[in-house]
């Protein structure tokens, strides 16, 4: 089996799930669903919503094998972060 390659600069590629997701698909998915995950279609705008990156990802290539998907969380800016969530000065 071959495996998928991606079609699309990585800045085209992220050009175009963000313009899905802010036009089309955020104020579908927001309500109710902060913290889970989107994977989108960049291509056809074809989504699906999951907890996990895994379970989004396979939906998505289920109803489209030939997806482009291009992941974001519901409510962040990352789908992943790293390092301390706060630097305040305790004292």
Do not use: C
Request: charged share 30%.
């Amino acid at each position: 089996m071959a495996g998928r390659k991606p079609r699309y600069s990585k800045e085209e590629f992220a050009r175009m799930g963000d313009h899905w997701y802010e036009t089309q698909i955020r104020q579908k998915v927001e309500a109710g669903n902060h913290g889970k995950i989107v994977a989108i279609d960049i291509e056809t705008g074809t989504y699906e919503v999951a907890d996990e990156i895994l379970d989004a990802s396979q939906r998505l290539f289920k109803r489209i094998p030939e997806a482009q998907p291009w992941i974001v969380r519901i409510g962040h800016r990352a789908v992943h972060s790293f390092g301390a969530r706060s630097l305040r000065n305790p004292g």
